[in-house]
């Protein structure tokens, strides 16, 4: 399938650029049998459940992985963090900018007690980093910064700004895995999750580590030559019950979030007992076509074109009903990406 027909113009100002109040923004609500769509707000979604549904949540939370430091001569290099490599967490993958000043043997420093060393360049632009001690949580919290998407624009100068601290996390994050955030669950308060349990739905969490593929397009012609990153996955024992017994009891799986979806889809597919604790590689690019054997309903926001974000809501709901969809929203004046408003399509 060629990846041009997930093409839309999107007007610049429809890009949001900084959070509202949590569970404030709009809704759409799209019906993937009948294409058709209804406006709403997003204080709906508890009544869009019904008793027995189960939510899915991802509860990765982000790392503060963008780190600026200097060269040797005095220029400014941005590093983002992607994982540690091997057992420690002294020697890091990474992406750099500009990559010039980030050649093999260079030497950045972060402040004045922190160095980390270029000690190899991938053939696909990654670096991997040694650092001069263990970059652990609570250094990257001290020197680290918001890894927020380039489309997200900030002053001259400013990566972040305080207020994205908490914005660009979920109220329900745990551990600190993601270089990108779940942007589906942003929208969810404490209250709105009361009122879910108090509808008689349950409620569920995975682990899926957002790498930076999230943020790489599908430049190829064609989208069956564009491979996706693996990202790790850890399901818990109880989540896999969950799902099994709301498929038994004819309710609905509803996934937060395109990577509750990938996790979801890919671990049906896994070899081996369909219970207990899973860790796998999740790496399932779901396009139009693919056979969903989990996943009834899902909530998420608006994807930037040719993304395979997008080629995955179109899969769930039919490429055309998506696009229709986001033509409509723009029209109505909603915002799209990471701060912007949320989609629900059951």
Request: aromatic share 8%; charged share 25%; with cysteine.
């Amino acid at each position: 399938m060629r990846a041009d027909l997930f093409d839309y113009d999107l007007p610049a100002g429809r890009i949001a650029q900084q959070a509202r109040p949590r569970g404030t923004s709009r809704l759409l609500r799209l019906d993937r049998a009948t294409g058709s769509a209804a406006q709403g707000v997003f204080s709906d979604f508890p009544q869009l459940l019904r008793p027995g549904d189960l939510l899915v949540r991802n509860d990765v939370r982000v790392r503060p992985a963008r780190l600026y430091g200097r060269d040797t001569e005095g220029r400014i290099v941005e590093i983002l963090l992607l994982a540690p490599v091997g057992d420690g967490r002294r020697r890091w993958m990474a992406l750099a900018k500009p990559g010039r000043r980030a050649k093999s043997g260079r030497t950045i420093r972060f402040g004045p007690d922190v160095a980390g060393s270029i000690e190899q360049v991938h053939d696909d632009g990654r670096r991997e980093v040694s650092f001069d001690r263990e970059i652990d949580n609570a250094l990257l919290e001290r020197i680290g910064h918001v890894p927020l998407p380039p489309y997200i624009r900030r002053e001259p100068g400013a990566a972040d700004r305080p207020e994205d601290r908490d914005a660009y996390q979920t109220v329900f994050a745990r551990e600190p895995l993601a270089v990108a955030a779940p942007t589906a669950g942003l929208h969810f308060t404490r209250e709105t999750l009361e009122r879910i349990h108090a509808r008689g739905c349950l409620v569920a969490d995975l682990t899926l580590a957002i790498g930076a593929g999230t943020f790489k397009p599908v430049t190829a012609g064609d989208i069956e030559e564009h491979v996706l990153e693996p990202e790790e996955v850890f399901l818990p024992a109880r989540t896999r019950r969950l799902v099994a017994q709301t498929a038994a009891s004819g309710g609905r799986v509803v996934a937060v979030g395109t990577t509750v979806t990938r996790a979801l889809e890919a671990a049906a597919r896994l070899d081996g007992p369909p219970e207990g604790d899973a860790r796998f590689s999740a790496d399932l690019f779901i396009t139009p076509g693919f056979e969903f054997r989990v996943v009834n309903a899902l909530l998420t926001n608006f994807h930037l074109p040719r993304s395979t974000l997008l080629m995955l809501v179109s899969a769930f709901a039919g490429r055309e009903n998506v696009l229709r969809a986001y033509e409509e929203a723009i029209r109505a004046g909603y915002l799209f990406y990471s701060y912007g408003d949320a989609m629900w399509i059951a």
